[in-house]
């Protein structure tokens, strides 16, 4: 079982910077992929980033380039920096894991998301 808790979330300017954090605890961190969603007003929730427990990312297409994910399995911490941001980035975003060995499984690990605002 791995618990998160996200943080780092706020109010920005469009083209500005930030950083979101995401705390994991449980023993089987380093054995998990890990990702962040977002949830646009108005949209579904989507996939923006995702690192697999050997760091391998991957990127929705709106935000290469922008963002990075990362993570320190010493501190069982996983990042998204965020620059450049537009107001499309507005949203909650999710920190999730899912177990490596089981992909097929999906993310069954949620924190309870932060709210990001990009302002114009």
């Known amino acids: 079982q791995v618990q998160l808790v996200e943080s780092g979330g706020g109010l920005v300017q469009a083209g500005g910077s930030l950083r979101l954090s995401c705390a994991a605890s449980?023993?089987?961190?380093?054995?998990?992929?890990m990702g962040w969603y977002r949830r646009a007003p108005g949209k579904q929730r989507e996939l923006v980033a995702s690192i697999t427990s050997g760091g391998s990312t991957n990127y929705v297409d709106s935000v290469k380039g922008r963002f990075t994910i990362s993570r320190d399995n010493a501190k069982n911490m996983v990042y998204l920096q965020m620059n450049n941001v537009t107001p499309d980035d507005t949203g909650v975003y999710y920190c999730a894991g899912r177990l490596t060995s089981r992909p097929s499984d999906g993310f069954l690990y949620w924190g309870q998301g932060t709210q990001v605002t990009v302002s114009s």
């Open positions: 449980g023993s089987i961190f380093r054995s998990n992929d």
